[in-house]
C-alpha cells in the first residue's frame, strides 16, 4: 500500500486525500493549525458560531462527482439561496434581491434600465456560451506544458476571442447602461480576488453559473460542516490527521522526495507527497526554488487582502437578509484603486452575511451572528494594520446608518482578521486572500503546475495552482492531481 503525506487540510487537500484513500492509498495529513479546514474554517466563542472564509458555494455538482468518485454519499446537506443576495446601494433605500427568476429580478429594473430583461438574456446567453465553450478545455484538464496549453486553447470557438481584449467591466458595459446594472453584475468578479477593472472579460462566464447554472447554496450547520463531514469520513477510513505541525525543510535524494521537516525537528517520510499549502509560496519558502524567490514572488500578481470582522450582537437582526452587499458612492474610482491604495475609510463594497439567520445554533438565544467581509490592499501595499478599528468601526457605523439602526451599541462580540492575520494563519503570501491572481499570464499552463519540476513524488493542489481559487475549483483540482499521482 502507497503511502500519501498530505500537507494542509484545505478543501483541495481533503478532497484529494479522500480520493486517493478510496483508491487504497494510506494518507496522512500535516496540519499547522489546531485544526482542519484551511481557509474553509470556523472560528466559535462565547456562544458565536462563524465561517471564518467562505459563506456560501456554487457548483454543487462538483461535489457530488467528489463522492461518486469516492463511492460514499453526501455527507452534508445543502440548499439553494434564493435570492441569491441582496445589493444595497448608499443614499437608496432600495434593495434589490437578485433572483435567478429572470422575470422578478428585471421588475426590479424598470424604472432604472429600460429593456433590462432583453439585455439580461443577451448577456447571460454570451456568459453561458463563454462557460459551454471554455470550462471543459481550460479549466477541467492538466497541461504538460505551454504547447499542449496553447493546443488546447486553439480548440476554443474563435468567436471568444474579442473577449480577451476586454476587461469584467467593459464586458458588462456592453449590456447595461444603469450603474445599479453595471455594478451588480460586476460583482463577482471581486470573488476571484480582483477587481472588474483588472479582471479579464472571459470571466463573465462565472454569471452564468451564478443566474442559470447552479446558482449558490448555504450548508445545513454552516460551511465548516463541509469539513467535519468529509474530515469524519477520512477518519472513518483509516486516514491520520496530525495539527500543530508546520513543515519548514526537507531531504531529497536524486529526482525523489524523501521527507519534509517540521518545527520540532520530526522527518516525516513517504512514498508521495501532496502540498496543498500556497503552491508558489511552498516552493520558495520550503524548497528555495530561484524561481519562487522572494524576489521573483513579489514579481507576481496576488489576489486583494480581506479585511474580516465577526460581530455577535445581543438583539435579532430583521432588517437584512442572511446574504448582503452594500455599495458605496465611490465603486468605480476606488475600485480601480483598492489593490493599492490604502488611505480611505469608504470601500467600494463590503458584504455581510447574517450567519445565524438560518443556523440558529450559531448565536446565543435572541442574538445574531454577523460575518463581514471588504476587499483591502494586501499587504505589500499596506503593511500597518494599527488602523483596523478605525476602519472596523467606520464599517460598522456605515452599515448601521443604512438598517437605520445602530448596532455598535449591541455588540457583545467582536473578532478582526487583517491581511496580517490572514498571512500568519493560513501561509498567505503577503496576506493574499485568495493566493496568485488569475491574471492572463497566470491561468491554464503558466499557473504553478500540480506537479513538482525536480521531485517526480511530489505534487501540488488549491488556489494557486491549477485551475484557480474557489471551493468548486478546489474540488476540480483535486481531481486534477489525483489523475497525476495515477500516471506517476
Known amino acids: 500500500m502507497k503511502k500519501v503525506l498530505i500537507v494542509g487540510t484545505g478543501l483541495g487537500g481533503l478532497s484529494t486525500g479522500l480520493r486517493l484513500i478510496s483508491k487504497g492509498y494510506q494518507v496522512t495529513f500535516l496540519e499547522k493549525n489546531k485544526q482542519p479546514g484551511g481557509r474553509l474554517n470556523q472560528l466559535?466563542?462565547?456562544?458565536?458560531?462563524?465561517?471564518?472564509?467562505?459563506?456560501?458555494?456554487?457548483?454543487?455538482?462538483?461535489?457530488?462527482?467528489?463522492?461518486?468518485?469516492?463511492?460514499?454519499?453526501?455527507?452534508?446537506?445543502?440548499?439553494?439561496?434564493?435570492?441569491?443576495?441582496?445589493v444595497h446601494f448608499k443614499g437608496d433605500r432600495r434593495q434589490f434581491a437578485l433572483y435567478k427568476d429572470i422575470d422578478r429580478l428585471s421588475a426590479q429594473f424598470e424604472d432604472l434600465e429600460p429593456h433590462f430583461k432583453e439585455k439580461l438574456t443577451a448577456y447571460l446567453k454570451k456568459c453561458e456560451s463563454l462557460y459551454n465553450d471554455t470550462v471543459g478545455i481550460a479549466i477541467k484538464q492538466n497541461f504538460n506544458g505551454l504547447l499542449?496549453?496553447?493546443?488546447?486553447?486553439?480548440?476554443?470557438?474563435?468567436?471568444?476571442?474579442?473577449?480577451?481584449?476586454?476587461?469584467?467591466?467593459?464586458q458588462v458595459n456592453q449590456y447595461f447602461e444603469s450603474k445599479e446594472a453595471r455594478q451588480i453584475f460586476s460583482l463577482i468578479s471581486f470573488f476571484l480576488g480582483r477587481t472588474p477593472f483588472d479582471t479579464n472579460a472571459v470571466y463573465t462566464l462565472l454569471s452564468h453559473i451564478e443566474f442559470k447554472?447552479?446558482?449558490?447554496?448555504?450548508?445545513?450547520?454552516?460551511?465548516y460542516t463541509v469539513v467535519e463531514t468529509l474530515v469524519h469520513e477520512l477518519l472513518k477510513q483509516g486516514a491520520t490527521f496530525h495539527y500543530d505541525t508546520e513543515i519548514i525543510d526537507y531531504h531529497s535524494k536524486g529526482n525523489q522526495l524523501v521527507s519534509l521537516l517540521d518545527q520540532n525537528g520530526k522527518s516525516w517520510e513517504s512514498d508521495l507527497f501532496v502540498i496543498n499549502a500556497d503552491a508558489a509560496l511552498f516552493r520558495g519558502k520550503v524548497?528555495?526554488?530561484?524561481?519562487?524567490?522572494?524576489?521573483?514572488?513579489?514579481?507576481?500578481?496576488?489576489?486583494?487582502?480581506?479585511?474580516?470582522?465577526?460581530?455577535?450582537?445581543?438583539?435579532?437582526?430583521?432588517?437584512?437578509?442572511?446574504?448582503?452587499?452594500?455599495?458605496g458612492n465611490n465603486f468605480e474610482e476606488y475600485s480601480k484603486e483598492v489593490l493599492k491604495n490604502p488611505n480611505t475609510l469608504e470601500k467600494p463594497y463590503y458584504y455581510v452575511n447574517v450567519v445565524s439567520k438560518y443556523n440558529p445554533e450559531c448565536a446565543p438565544e435572541g442574538c445574531e451572528a454577523l460575518f463581514f467581509v471588504c476587499p483591502v490592499p494586501n499587504m505589500i501595499y499596506k503593511s500597518d494594520w494599527s488602523d483596523r478599528d478605525v476602519i472596523v468601526n467606520s464599517i460598522i457605523a456605515d452599515f448601521s446608518n443604512r438598517i437605520e439602526r445602530d448596532i455598535s451599541k449591541e455588540i457583545i462580540f467582536r473578532e478582526v482578521y487583517t491581511p496580517k492575520d490572514w498571512e500568519y494563519q493560513f501561509n498567505l503570501y503577503q496576506g493574499a486572500g485568495l493566493g496568485l491572481s488569475h491574471d492572463m499570464m497566470q491561468i491554464g499552463a503558466l499557473r504553478p503546475k500540480n506537479n513538482d519540476e525536480e521531485f517526480k513524488n511530489t505534487f501540488y493542489v488549491g488556489a494557486s495552482t491549477v485551475p484557480g481559487a474557489g471551493l468548486p475549483m478546489a474540488v476540480i483540482s483535486s481531481k486534477l492531481t489525483v489523475e497525476r499521482i495515477l500516471k506517476a
Open 148 to 170: 499542449d496549453y496553447v493546443l488546447a486553447l486553439i480548440k476554443v470557438n474563435p468567436k471568444h476571442l474579442p473577449i480577451l481584449t476586454k476587461s469584467f467591466w467593459n
Open 213 to 223: 447554472h447552479t446558482g449558490y447554496y448555504n450548508v445545513k450547520g454552516g460551511m
Open 44 to 86: 466559535k466563542k462565547d456562544g458565536f458560531t462563524f465561517d471564518v472564509g467562505p459563506s456560501f458555494f456554487s457548483m454543487p455538482y462538483e461535489f457530488e462527482e467528489l463522492v461518486h468518485d469516492c463511492g460514499i454519499q453526501m455527507p452534508f446537506d445543502f440548499m439553494e439561496l434564493d435570492p441569491l443576495y441582496t
Open 287 to 327: 524548497f528555495k526554488r530561484k524561481k519562487y524567490s522572494e524576489k521573483k514572488l513579489a514579481k507576481m500578481s496576488w489576489t486583494m487582502g480581506y479585511l474580516t470582522f465577526y460581530i455577535g450582537i445581543n438583539k435579532k437582526l430583521n432588517e437584512v437578509e442572511h446574504h448582503n452587499y452594500f455599495l
